[in-house]
């Protein structure tokens, strides 16, 4: 059987080598891409616009967003046909293609987050490090503990206040390259779609700014459930401490601070969400009012059989309901949670119209293909770019949101800014 | 390290990686062999006589035991499509395995949707296209290939390097004549190399060599006696997707314009 075969329906005429060679996996990549760089840019509105209202959720958006970054590479990874050499993009990159510079932007933009991250904890590591190293009887694991804070410092242990004041100059230069840089990476992943001629659905020279938009309001709209997720066990923890602990804030203080983070976000992410819908409906009507040789087809296919794929769950359910939920007064965080989980669900359906959607009409022009999800796989081929291998790219990120919060505490330390 | 020395010790080191990148830069094979040959003396097109082709498959049935690609899989790097347009004014194209074993039945297969029976009285005409890569001129498989592992040679046949390839498909979806895929065994992109390991020894492509009919024919471009090429530079020939602006040089006499 050839890649493809096992889950490519196809009818009427399709050329006979033509497959869905680009499968889910190819869906997770820009949506996880897009959840780096929209996360990233959250953290940046505190860092470099001072927005002080987001200072709680920018740390938790700007680990978040480290943990997402070694997962955005895995669903290439997993779709290549030899894994093995896809080291090669960034040993021989041929720089005429479009993937060629994903190594480059992938990479710096890798180092700034990284370098962002190790100025906002740098006072955290050196006090850490500090306290164990005056602790008495050491247990093994505080001995591993100091050895690994200890090398986090690299070597820079002064947290006086000139020190720290520098330390925060380079936050602010490190989130100010970051923004473009972001806008950079997923602009890019647009740009790998965008400039495909073969593909009439995919080719415009919007995709770089749709997808742009999409990745921030889908970093925002994560960030923010991440956050209501993770305040609310913050609150169920913090009753049932403070009868110990009374000096602990009480529920009541966290959910005020929560309240106030939350509308302050959703303001940012219906603004975002607007321009996304914006730029993606211009597409449409553009292509709707030229007609061209190709817009037959894609018509039969937007307007007729992804119908309910493109308009009511992507655009109705994904789009202007969270919209409506956002915009309606006394947001409460329920109503919240529930509109952030519209969100993400409505860009994930734009990538997976755009990708899937993309290769579900020949290039013929006359005939269609469909993809047949597989749920159980039945082989390595059928479970990397199932169902599965999907859901283990989606879970990745929070198993190491949660190992990285161990390293980097979200939200106990006062960081140097 | 004071600001001096920071700035200093940075300019070395971004110096220091600029050699490297320079050097690949430096070189560039084909620009070498550009400068030391100049235009290669040959440059290799097709042309494909509609008219003459009836269908037998036998071409595709060639390729596939010449090219090793199992004769089973639903691959192939050439096949036949069936036209067949209705009195309506309706087109019906189908291709069934490729045209492998020929169209031994008068239905049209419509894939997933069956089989359409249409009676020789409401056929307007009906005719067969044999298909095969373009080796373009500006190939945009070769363009989008992010390892250089597609290239095109100097007489213009593009190929695959199955031991670079990183089998990521960019290359299959930037091809807009959809005549590429994965090698069931090498797992690496698969097209057609107009049999190039044949062309260069002086034969013809093995499905030249089938084709009882003289319906396909190979010819060198830069020759003007060749008798390929006086047929594409006086006939009234045609293109496939020229929209795409790929410079495709497979040339077809008799192109009608159902096809797609």
Redesign the interface.
């Known amino acids: 059987m050839v890649h493809g075969e096992a889950w490519t329906l196809k009818e009427f005429f399709v050329y006979p080598n033509e497959y869905i060679y680009w499968t889910i996996q190819i869906v997770m990549y820009p949506f996880m891409t897009g959840l780096v760089a929209g996360a990233f840019v959250l953290s940046s509105l505190y860092h470099v616009f001072g927005i002080k209202q987001l200072k709680d959720i920018a740390r938790f958006s700007l680990v978040f967003s480290f943990a997402l970054l070694p997962v955005a590479m895995i669903p290439l990874q997993l779709h290549l046909q030899h894994p093995e050499r896809g080291i090669e993009v960034m040993l021989t990159p041929h720089f005429t293609s479009a993937i060629a510079a994903f190594g480059i932007a992938f990479s710096t933009y890798g180092m700034i987050v990284a370098s962002e991250l190790w100025f906002v904890y740098r006072r955290h590591f050196v006090e850490t490090a500090l306290a164990l190293k005056v602790k008495r009887g050491k247990s093994l694991l505080d001995k591993a503990r100091y050895l690994l804070f200890s090398l986090l410092t690299l070597g820079a242990w002064d947290i006086s206040e000139h020190a720290l004041e520098k330390d925060e100059k380079a936050v602010k230069i490190m989130a100010t390259v970051g923004i473009p840089v972001a806008c950079l990476l997923h602009g890019y992943a647009g740009f790998i779609f965008g400039s495909v001629k073969a593909n009439a659905l995919w080719t415009t020279p919007l995709m770089p700014f749709i997808f742009i938009c999409s990745a921030v309001v889908s970093g925002i709209a994560l960030c923010v459930l991440c956050y209501i997720v993770t305040m609310e066990i913050r609150k169920l923890l913090a009753a049932w401490r403070r009868k110990r602990y009374p000096d602990l804030p009480t529920p009541e203080e966290i959910k005020s601070v929560e309240m106030y983070e939350v509308t302050m976000t959703a303001k940012y992410l219906v603004l975002a969400l607007c321009a996304a819908l914006g730029l993606e409906l211009l597409d449409l009507l553009f292509r709707d009012y030229a007609k061209f040789r190709s817009w037959e087809i894609v018509r039969t296919l937007i307007y007729g059989r992804d119908f309910v794929n493109v308009f009511i769950v992507q655009y109705g359910l994904g789009n202007l309901l969270p919209m409506a939920l956002f915009l309606l007064p006394r947001l409460t965080m329920k109503r919240a949670a529930f509109a952030t989980i519209l969100v993400l669900m409505g860009v994930f359906m734009m990538r997976w119209n755009l990708v899937i959607g993309g290769q579900a009409f020949s290039a013929s022009f006359a005939g269609f293909m469909h993809y047949d999800l597989p749920v159980i796989p039945h082989d390595m081929e059928t479970f990397k770019e199932g169902l599965l291998g999907a859901l283990l790219v989606g879970i990745t990120p929070f198993v190491l949101f949660w190992g990285l919060n161990k390293i980097f505490p979200v939200f106990k330390c006062e960081d140097s800014h | 390290m004071n600001r001096r020395d920071f700035l200093k010790n940075s300019i070395t080191v971004i110096a220091g990686l600029a050699v490297p990148l320079s050097a690949l830069e430096l070189i560039n094979p084909r620009k070498l062999l550009a400068k030391k040959e100049g235009e290669s003396a040959v440059r290799w097109a097709f042309l494909v006589d509609t008219q003459a082709c009836v269908g037998c498959g036998f071409c595709v049935k060639a390729c596939k035991t010449e090219n090793e690609i199992p004769h089973e899989?639903?691959?192939?790097r050439t096949?036949v499509?069936r036209y067949v347009i209705t009195k309506k004014g309706k087109?019906?194209?189908?291709?069934p395995?490729?045209a492998r074993d020929g169209f031994t039945s008068d239905r049209i297969d419509?894939?997933?949707?069956g089989h359409l029976e249409i009676t020789g009285d409401d056929i307007e005409k009906a005719f067969f296209v044999p298909?095969l890569c373009n080796q373009c001129d500006n190939p945009?498989c070769?363009?989008?290939?992010?390892?250089?592992a597609t290239y095109q040679t100097s007489d213009g046949v593009v190929l695959v390097d199955r031991k670079?390839?990183?089998?990521?498909?960019?290359c299959?979806?930037?091809?807009?004549?959809?005549?590429?895929?994965?090698h069931?065994v090498h797992?690496?992109a698969e097209k057609c190399t107009f049999c190039y390991h044949r062309i260069t020894k002086g034969m013809k492509t093995a499905c030249v060599d089938a084709c009882p009919f003289g319906a396909r024919r190979i010819g060198n471009l830069r020759d003007p006696d060749d008798p390929v090429t006086k047929t594409i530079m006086s006939g009234r020939i045609g293109v496939l997707k020229e929209?795409?602006?790929t410079k495709p040089q497979v040339y077809y006499l008799a192109l009608s314009r159902e096809v797609?």
């Open positions: 899989t639903n691959i192939t096949w499509e087109t019906y194209i189908d291709s395995r490729g419509l894939n997933e949707e298909k945009a070769a363009q989008v290939c992010p390892v250089g670079h390839c990183i089998g990521c498909g960019y299959i979806m930037a091809c807009p004549y959809a005549v590429r895929s994965f069931p797992k690496t929209e795409y602006g797609k």
